[in-house]
């Protein structure tokens, strides 16, 4: 592991906990911020990491623990990727290096990391049901702790949040949230709670405004259109200057702000005041994302995040970019390609993403065809029903969501899909172990789940050229829901056809024949089959392969020729291995009363930490080191 370890200011060099910081004057804070500020950039900048949230926290991480008593008082960080200087000044500074990297800290907050790490996160919207729950145990235990909460504006969008703002203003406990308002999910934010807070913030100018208007006015005499917006946009800063914040209000939670998040005397006197007020309270304060670097300001969905090492003044990638010819395009690519040729041929054609326009590459299709894509906020159930809901009017509904966020809306694809048999696409991004990111986001259960349902096809491409056809097949099918499952990552970078063919559903393709041992795999995983076996080649063994393609249907007819001309099954998946691929293939072997063994390769029954995606499929035994051992195991092979 790379042991660049950034140095720290003289201030916080000083600070290994919140004790340290509360020992400064509060004018030594700014100081400690631009510390703090630069810590954190430095860090990014060798080994990566989320980048722009954090930056725009500063000021609020170092008044949140000058003032409140951490761990005693509870902070919980909504999606958690925002932490990093939180991390720095709860002690962890000097292991910051190892941030994300194996064996390394977390990304996000974590309980078992550190006990000022109130809650673990990953997923968004979470921070407030939480933070209620600490709130109303210290009401039980008459402990007196407080409890914050942190949530962004587009967390805030989650429909989570306001079942707990819902909930804890009929509540009365001592709760804190804090929204930090910085008009950014990863992707600009959208919906009508980003145009109702910027109405408040807006009508801060509102004398600026009154000019502005005056002016247009005399710019627009023939009127009409412009002034009628003007007019609107008038009356809702005038309304949010004389009741701001009455959406909060109305639902039991006092309002304060906004607030400058990046003054932090001003955030420190704030927070000190709110201390004394008792009940539920909302305190909403203004940044900027990416904070203090430069580009990051400018671009900040690109530093959202950063993978790989850069300038650490100029924002430049350090690292020779490869050029585009040589690297294989990555999967979410060829969904997102794929996606706009479809809908050029079929106008029913729409698509939906919740609030992950970029990972998930949309935007070629929400430029290409922008009234039939949706992005509809960090809302993952509603995605699901809003696309059940187009699907009921003969819309084919492409829905495009990560794995681990699909989990969100398990009873919305039963409920509202499948026992409708409602013909919506899911396509199911990042299905499997993510890497850096974690537990919280590895996409380890979707197979899983949706193969228990029934009216779902479940199915994953080997390869880019699979994932088009599937994609194009799915298009044209009305008996059900059609989940199509691929990686993070990049896809073979083989030629790839450009007209569309149909995938014959429930139909898996011989790679290569062989002996003795079949591997049947599921997904481009299957690529370390091939891998697998040029090693076991090199010692005369010679293994069948045979990619799937569907955990739901199963290629039966295919089983049934493996089970006649093999000794022992193999099966690899990239996911859990309970309820997945494998035990589809060996709950059909069981029924027929077969008797060939059938080995089950997948993540075991365990949480999976981060690390590279590599490391953590050599970890789990997934890869091709762990294929030969399972084949040289069952063929009683020693191995050296
Ligand atoms: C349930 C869920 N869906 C999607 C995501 C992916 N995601 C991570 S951060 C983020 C944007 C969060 O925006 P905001 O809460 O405003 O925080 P900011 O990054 O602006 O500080 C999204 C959509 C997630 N973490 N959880």
Not at 397 to 404: H, P
Not at 574 to 601: C, H, M, N, Q, W
Not at 608 to 624: M, T
């Amino acid at each position: 592991m790379e042991t660049y370890k950034p140095t720290p200011g003289p201030l916080l060099a000083k600070i290994s906990s919140p004790d340290d910081l509360k020992k400064l004057s509060s004018e030594q804070l700014q100081d400690v911020c631009d510390e703090l500020r630069e810590y954190i950039i430095d860090s990014v900048s060798v080994y990566g990491g989320h980048f722009g949230a954090s930056l725009g926290v500063v000021e609020l991480t170092v008044a949140l623990h000058y003032v409140y008593d951490t761990p005693r008082d509870k902070l919980v960080w909504d999606v958690g990727h925002q932490a990093y200087g939180h991390k720095i000044l709860t002690g962890r500074r000097d292991q910051f290096y190892t941030n994300r990297r194996y064996n390394g800290l977390s990304g996000f907050p974590k309980r078992s990391e550190s006990e000022y790490d109130a809650f673990g996160v990953g997923h968004s919207s979470t921070s407030i049901s939480a933070a209620l729950g600490m709130a109303v145990a210290s009401d039980l235990n008459s402990e007196n702790k407080k409890a914050v909460a942190v949530i962004g504006d587009g967390a805030m969008t989650g429909g989570m949040a306001f079942e707990a703002l819902n909930n804890a203003g009929a509540q009365n406990s001592d709760i804190l949230v804090i929204l930090n308002d910085n008009n950014m999910s990863i992707d600009p934010n959208v919906g009508a709670l980003k145009e109702y807070l910027a109405d408040i913030t807006t009508s801060k100018t509102f004398n600026k405004m009154r000019d502005e208007i005056y002016d247009l006015l005399g710019h627009f005499k023939s009127a009409g259109e412009k002034m009628r917006k003007v007019a609107s946009k008038l009356e809702k800063a005038m309304t949010a200057a004389i009741t701001p914040g009455a959406l909060f209000q109305a639902l039991g939670f006092k309002y304060y702000g906004p607030v400058d998040g990046h003054n932090v005397d001003a955030l420190r006197r704030h927070l000190e005041d709110l201390k004394t007020v008792s009940g539920p309270k909302l305190l909403h304060i203004v940044t900027v994302k990416g904070k203090g670097f430069a580009p990051a300001e400018r671009e900040q969905t690109k530093w959202h995040a950063q993978s790989s090492p850069f300038d650490k003044i100029t924002g430049n990638p350090l690292t020779k970019p490869k050029t585009k010819e040589k690297l294989p395009p990555k999967y979410q690519d060829v969904f997102g390609e794929a996606l706009v040729e479809l809908a050029e041929d079929n106008e029913d054609i729409v698509a939906i993403t919740p609030a992950m326009p970029s990972g998930s590459s949309l935007w070629p299709m929400m430029r290409a065809y922008p009234d039939r894509s949706f992005d509809v906020g960090i809302a993952e159930q509603h995605a699901v029903t809003f696309a059940a809901g187009l699907a009921t009017e003969g819309k084919k509904a492409f829905a495009a969501l990560y794995s681990t966020f699909l989990q969100r809306a398990y009873d919305q694809v039963i409920h509202d899909v499948a026992i409708q048999k409602l013909p919506v696409v899911f396509c199911i991004d990042r299905a499997g172990l993510v890497g850096a990111d974690g537990p919280t986001h590895h996409g380890l259960y979707d197979i899983s789940y949706l193969r228990a349902v029934p009216n779902i096809i479940v199915s994953s491409p080997m390869d880019e050229q699979e994932l088009r056809d599937m994609m194009f097949t799915a298009s044209e099918y009305d008996q059900g829901a059609w989940a199509i499952r691929y990686p993070r990552g990049r896809a073979t970078g083989m030629e790839v056809r450009k007209e569309f063919q149909r995938t014959e559903i429930g139909k898996g393709r011989v790679i290569q024949k062989g002996e003795s041992v079949a591997v049947l795999s599921f997904g481009p995983i299957g690529k370390y089959v091939m891998d697998a076996n040029e090693l076991l080649q090199q010692e005369n063994i010679h293994i069948g392969h045979y990619d799937l393609r569907f955990a739901k249907p199963l290629d039966t007819d295919m089983i049934d020729s493996v089970l006649e001309s093999y000794d022992y099954i193999i099966t690899l998946e990239d996911g859990t291995r309970l309820g997945g691929f494998g035990s589809a293939v060996a709950e059909y072997v069981a029924e027929k009363g077969a008797g060939v063994p059938v080995k089950i390769l997948g993540v075991p029954d365990q949480i999976i930490e981060h690390g590279s995606q590599r490391e953590l499929h050599d970890e789990v035994g997934i890869g091709p080191d762990g294929i030969v051992e399972t084949v040289k195991n069952l063929l009683g092979i020693k191995i050296a």
